[in-house]
Nanobody, 123 residues
Framework: QVQLVESGGGLVQAGGSLRLSCAASIYTPDSVCMAWFRQAPGKEREAVATIYRGGISTLYADSVKGRFTLSRDNAKNTVTLQMSKLKPEDAAMYYC????????????????WGQGTQVTVSS
């Protein structure tokens, strides 16, 4: 069973930056894809970005393209989401997720989830 632990959330002003990290307890074929999702109050969980273990293939939601960067360290079983130019609409609970191929931006594809880390953006 893959366990995911997120860290790095917090309060930031609009236009600022924040870095989220996710550590996976083990690597299995079920964690070939690692991703970040977010969920704001009253809204559905939405994809932010996903990355394949090889690190070559990374997908981003249109809303974060050019502002967020997802990277992966396979030796440490970690993924890092670097968020910049944050907007109030980026505020949400951010969840790390892991799943098997294919690495798409779909909640249904991911089997393992972290507890989430809160990101608050003040305007």
């Amino acid at each position: 069973q893959v366990q995911l632990v997120e860290s790095g959330g917090g309060l930031v002003q609009a236009g600022g930056s924040l870095r989220l990290s996710c550590a996976a307890s083990i690597y299995t074929p079920d964690s070939v894809c690692m991703a970040w999702f977010r969920q704001a109050p009253g809204k559905e969980r939405e994809a932010v970005a996903t990355i394949y273990r090889g690190g070559i293939s990374t997908l981003y939601a249109d809303s974060v393209k050019g502002r967020f960067t997802l990277s992966r360290d396979n030796a440490k079983n970690t993924v890092t989401l670097q968020m910049s130019k944050l907007k109030p609409e980026d505020a949400a609970m951010y969840y790390c997720a892991a799943g098997p191929m294919p690495c798409y931006l779909s909640v249904a594809l991911y089997k393992h989830w972290g507890q989430g880390t809160q990101v608050t953006v003040s305007s």
